[in-house]
């Protein structure tokens, strides 16, 4: 595997639920981040770990709760959620969390999420 | 805060020119990115502007005004493999390393 893996691809839940998303980078960084992309809207930014610790978060409900066991994986714990979250969630890696440095971000291609 | 601008649907010709046009505005600029992504596949990144200028990348160039706030993604030679939603997205350097993100322009290329 290269790049940044996301599992599973596709996933369709009930609002009483509990599911995990995984994230796997395979590019030695040290930040990753989890956004949520609905459709016609900007990517938000949800969480943001940086060495295993987070940095950044956005305003997000407790039914989203993010881990990171160690710098190459992240997971995204989902629990009672509701219809309005159905969308497409992307992980993304960069070298770096630092504003100082061009650190692009590497993006997976996403878990598809349909809530009923 | 900060507001990114972009046009959210554009349609060209195979083998035209088209730009893509993003204005932005924020408090402490500090970088400006451009992705593409294709339906139902990740961002995958085109370019990066933090002075002012052209950047030129083989059929794709992006050019940076930083006192007008004005960026653009000019395509040329369209394929019709270029159909995709381009992401404009700006760094401020007082949010660290976080990326800002426009909604995305759908450009639609026809034979």
């Known amino acids: 595997e290269t790049g940044v893996t996301q599992t599973p691809r596709h996933l369709v839940m009930g609002m009483t639920n509990k599911k995990s998303l995984k994230c796997e980078q395979h590019?030695?960084?040290?930040?990753m981040y989890w956004y949520k992309q609905s459709a016609k809207k900007p990517l938000e930014l949800m969480f943001v770990?940086?060495?295993?610790?987070?940095?950044e978060n956005n305003s997000v409900p407790s039914r989203f709760s993010p881990e990171c066991p160690n710098s190459s994986h992240l997971f995204l714990h989902l629990h009672t959620l509701q219809p309005e979250d159905s969308a497409l969630y992307l992980c993304?890696?960069?070298?770096?969390?630092?504003?100082?440095?061009?650190?692009?971000?590497?993006f997976g291609p996403g878990t598809r999420l349909t809530v009923l | 805060g900060q507001n990114i601008d972009q046009p959210t649907e554009m349609t060209a010709t195979e083998g035209a020119i088209v730009q893509i046009n993003c204005t932005y505005q924020?408090?402490?600029?500090?970088?400006l990115f451009w992705y593409q992504q294709h339906a139902g596949e990740a961002p995958t990144f085109l370019s990066y502007?933090?002075?002012?200028g052209l950047e030129e990348k083989g059929r794709f160039s992006s050019f940076l005004s930083r006192s007008k706030g004005y960026s653009y993604l000019l395509l040329k030679e369209l394929q019709m493999k270029d159909s995709a939603s381009y992401l404009c997205?700006?760094?401020?350097?007082?949010?660290?390393?976080?990326?800002?993100f426009g909604q995305g322009t759908e450009l639609s290329v026809k034979p």
């Open positions: 993304a890696s960069s070298q770096d969390w630092d504003r100082d440095s061009y650190n692009e971000q590497f």
């Open positions: 590019l030695g960084h040290n930040a």
């Open positions: 770990y940086s060495l295993e610790e987070r940095v």
């Open positions: 924020t408090s402490g600029f500090n970088g």
């Open positions: 502007n933090v002075l002012d």
């Open positions: 997205a700006v760094r401020d350097y007082n949010q660290g390393g976080k990326l800002i």
